[in-house]
Antibody, heavy 120, light 110 residues
């Protein structure tokens, strides 16, 4: 069965960095675009970034552009989100999600999420 | 302020029908597929509708989706208390080159 498992969340001070990972299993990872979506406490979903199946295309929300990078290692079936210059407003549960059909942002499988708290 | 606009809340009695609207623009809904997600309290979102009106395996036909122009609608019939959740619409925005979601709609089954 398709599984996405995020890790790497925690408490970090403003201005510091954190790297999230998303381990995939149960499907051919290298065939799918993968997204990061976050949800601040008590708030709605916010799209963060996407990387194409082969890593050649990457797109970011304006709120994280220039601070976050997305990458993947298809040999390890793992997606990454490198978050730099973190701010209090980046506090959220971060989900990775599979795009069921390329270029549609139709997210058919989601991980359980990992909580990132940015606080001094 | 979300790119897609949804009502903050809707409510209806068990067994009744409810619709949730999602309004966008020519850069997103009008030219891309719309998907809908259900988020039960304390859980990750789950895909409910994709390609505007298709249901993934395991999603009952009480849930339906439609799209017209720059708007989309989620319909839920035969409401059950277990349907109480937050519902989100989502799509791709060609101008922003970004994924976009609605602000979410909280469904209460009275």
């Amino acid at each position: 069965q398709v599984q996405l498992v995020e890790s790497g969340g925690g408490v970090v001070q403003p201005g510091r960095s954190l790297r999230l990972s998303c381990a995939a299993s149960g499907f051919i990872f290298s065939n799918y675009d993968i997204h990061w979506v976050r949800q601040a406490p008590g708030k709605g979903l916010e799209w963060v970034a996407v990387i194409s199946y082969d890593g050649s295309k990457k797109y970011f929300a304006d709120s994280v552009k220039g601070r976050f990078t997305i990458s993947r290692d298809n040999s390890k079936n793992t997606l990454y989100l490198q978050m730099n210059s973190l701010r209090a407003e980046d506090t959220a549960v971060y989900y990775c999600a599979r795009d069921g059909k390329a270029d549609t942002a139709e997210l058919d499988y989601w991980g359980q999420g990992t909580l990132v708290t940015v606080s001094s | 302020q979300s790119v897609l606009t949804q009502p903050p809340s809707v409510s209806a009695a068990p067994g009744q029908k409810v619709t949730i609207s999602c309004s966008g623009s020519s850069s997103n809904i009008a030219n891309n597929y719309v998907s809908w997600y259900q988020q039960l309290p304390g859980t990750a979102p789950k895909l409910l509708i994709y390609e505007n009106n298709k249901r993934p395996s395991g999603i009952p036909d009480r849930f339906s989706g439609s799209k017209s122009g720059t708007s989309a609608t989620l319909g839920i019939t035969g409401l059950q208390t277990g349907d109480e959740a937050d519902y989100y619409c989502g799509t791709w925005d060609n101008t922003l080159s970004a994924g976009v979601f609605g602000g979410g709609t909280k469904l209460t089954v009275l």
